[in-house]
T-cell receptor, first 114, second 114 residues
Framework: QKEVEQNSGPLSVPEGAIASLNCTYS??????FFWYRQYSGKSPELIMF????GDKEDGRFTAQLNKASQYVSLLIRDSQPSDSATYLC??????????????FGIGTKLQVIP | DARVTQTPRHKVTEMGQEVTMRCQPI?????VFWYRQTMMQGLELLAY????????DSGMPKDRFSAEMPDATLATLKIQPSEPRDSAVYFC????????????FGPGTRLTVL
């Protein structure tokens, strides 16, 4: 079982719709969760992080965390063609030696259709 | 405008040659990460430094890869000898502490080994 799982997509949504991106993780001790956006040919860019159960909103983006279900999601409201990118889920997983290591999912490709 | 810088941006070399990639983390960041990204494997962690000390290099092929931080402003990733299967985009990222607030990626080095 992979530590962080995402559907690679592509996920196609019409412009103006809500895009819902999902991610599951295997380590119950995970403490912090991140969403990165990566445009084709570019580097990943941090868009949100979340630590506590519930929702965290930032503009059109909402991150949702459910630790009991080991599930984190990203909602993008009023999707725009400029949101078309690959969205990477990342999870901080504890390691022996007292440090934490971020593990990335494979990423979900989002296509927003004008 | 603080950002991670990487050189070179592109590198084409022949099998068996040595390749050195360099990274300058964001000033003040004390953690540095090297990742490799391919279509098949996604983003894989190769090495992780905190305060210039290597914490985790378990993702790195030890026989041919080496990573160092000669000082706080420079991280290097070396491949010797290079092989065609090393062709990928190599990203450096930096952060604070255990990167609970996320990592910031450089533009990447696109390596092609012929």
């Amino acid at each position: 079982q992979k530590e962080v799982e995402q559907n690679s997509g592509p996920l196609s949504v019409p412009e103006g719709a809500i895009a819902s991106l999902n991610c599951t993780y295997s380590d119950r001790g995970s403490q912090s969760f991140f969403w990165y956006r990566q445009y084709s040919g570019k580097s990943p860019e941090l868009i949100m992080f979340i630590y506590s159960n519930g929702d965290k909103e930032d503009g059109r983006f909402t991150a949702q965390l459910n630790k009991a279900s080991q599930y984190v999601s990203l909602l993008i409201r009023d999707s725009q063609p400029s949101d078309s990118a690959t969205y990477l889920c990342a999870v901080n997983i504890g390691r022996s030696g007292g440090y934490q290591k971020v593990t990335f999912g494979i990423g979900t490709k989002l296509q927003v259709i004008p | 405008d603080a950002r991670v810088t990487q050189t070179p941006r592109h590198k084409v070399t022949e099998m068996g040659q040595e390749v050195t990639m360099r990274c300058q983390p964001i000033l003040g960041h004390n953690t540095v990460f090297w990742y490799r990204q391919t279509m098949m494997q996604g983003l894989e962690l190769l090495a992780y430094f905190r305060n210039r000390a290597p914490l985790d290099d378990s993702g790195m092929p030890k026989d041919r890869f080496s990573a160092e931080m000669p000082d706080a402003t420079l991280a290097t990733l070396k491949i010797q000898p290079s092989e065609p299967r090393d062709s990928a985009v190599y990203f450096c990222a930096s952060g604070l502490g255990d990167s609970f607030r996320g990592q910031f990626f450089g533009p990447g080095t696109r390596l092609t080994v012929l």
